[in-house]
Nanobody, 115 residues
Framework: QVQLVESGGGLVQAGGSLRLSCAASRSTFSINAMGWFRQAPGKQRELVAVMTSSGSTNYADSVKGRFTISRDNAKNTMFLQMNSLKPEDTAVYYC?????????WGKGTLVTVSS
């Protein structure tokens, strides 16, 4: 079993920045694709960014050039640096890690971007 705990959310003005963290309860060295998802009110959960253990990344078109995903496997932590935030980025952001075929999720951290 893996526990994931997100932190770093909050209220920020449009154009501002936030850095989200996801701390895992076990080593992340062997976890292949860890990712960030988000869910806005009334909308489905969507992929924001994913990073493999080899360092390959993939981003949703809506965040390309503004968000950066990274991992520190030595600290069992994943990050999401979010710059140039827009009101449409407002959502609960979730950390995801598939381990032995089971998808683990954190409880999420709320990001609110005011206009």
């Amino acid at each position: 079993q893996v526990q994931l705990v997100e932190s770093g959310g909050g209220l920020v003005q449009a154009g501002g920045s936030l850095r989200l963290s996801c701390a895992a309860s076990r080593s992340t060295f062997s976890i292949n694709a860890m990712g960030w998802f988000r869910q806005a009110p009334g909308k489905q959960r969507e992929l924001v960014a994913v990073m493999t253990s080899s360092g390959s990344t993939n981003y949703a078109d809506s965040v390309k050039g503004r968000f950066t995903i990274s991992r520190d496997n030595a600290k069992n932590t994943m990050f999401l640096q979010m710059n140039s935030l827009k009101p449409e980025d407002t959502a609960v952001y979730y950390c995801n890690a598939p381990v032995y075929g089971i998808n683990y999720w954190g409880k999420g951290t709320l990001v609110t971007v005011s206009s």
